[in-house]
């Protein structure tokens, strides 16, 4: 497939809003501006560009902690498949900026932020939440196993819908 990946750099403009769909699928979504910048050598000072509007869309285990950790206002790195949407409003047809994102976090060069890795999170049951927190044992008591202290990589799951129908199912339940 030939989807078109990029990264955008811009601001939250709406608090993140969260859906689950009929399938139990979760999604969150929010929308984002990203205003370029350019020297205007006439006036000899930087000026604000055109500011292109998206919609992000976030799936699974990430919509929940994307929820938790994203607020309007903040500066935001968002990457991901982007697509249009087109819809019907007052005056004809309408097209949306869509960004399905695989990865969202704070653009720390507007900023700082603090990592907390979501273990143990009751809401995200049925993705990792099996796996035991770097400090548990095996069964996630840390008594069980005390001389094993190492930290391991486990993969998440896959960020976005499986198929098109449950994307296509998820975007209208957006």
Do not use: C
Not at 13 to 32: K, N, Y
Not at 33 to 52: L, N, Q, V
């Amino acid at each position: 497939m030939n989807d078109l990946i990029m990264t955008i750099n811009g601001w939250v403009a709406t608090e993140p809003s969260q859906h689950v769909g009929p399938t139990g699928a979760r999604l969150t979504s929010f929308r984002m501006a990203s205003t370029s910048r350019y020297y205007d050598r006439e006036k000899g000072e930087w000026a604000d560009g055109r500011t292109e509007w998206f919609t992000v869309k976030v799936f699974r285990s990430a919509a929940i902690t994307v929820a938790n950790s994203i607020h309007k206002g903040q500066p935001v790195t968002v990457h991901g498949r982007f697509r249009t949407a087109e819809w019907e409003g007052e005056g004809g047809t309408r097209t949306d900026l869509v960004i399905d994102a695989t990865s969202v976090g704070h653009d720390l060069t507007r900023g700082t932020a603090e990592f907390t890795r979501a273990y143990g999170d009751a809401a995200l049951a049925g993705d990792d939440s099996d796996t035991p927190a770097p400090d548990e044992g095996p069964t996630g008591d840390p008594a069980e196993d005390p001389a094993d202290d190492s930290e391991e990589e486990t993969e998440g799951s896959p960020v976005g819908p499986t198929s098109e129908e449950e994307a296509v199912e998820l975007a209208m339940t957006a």
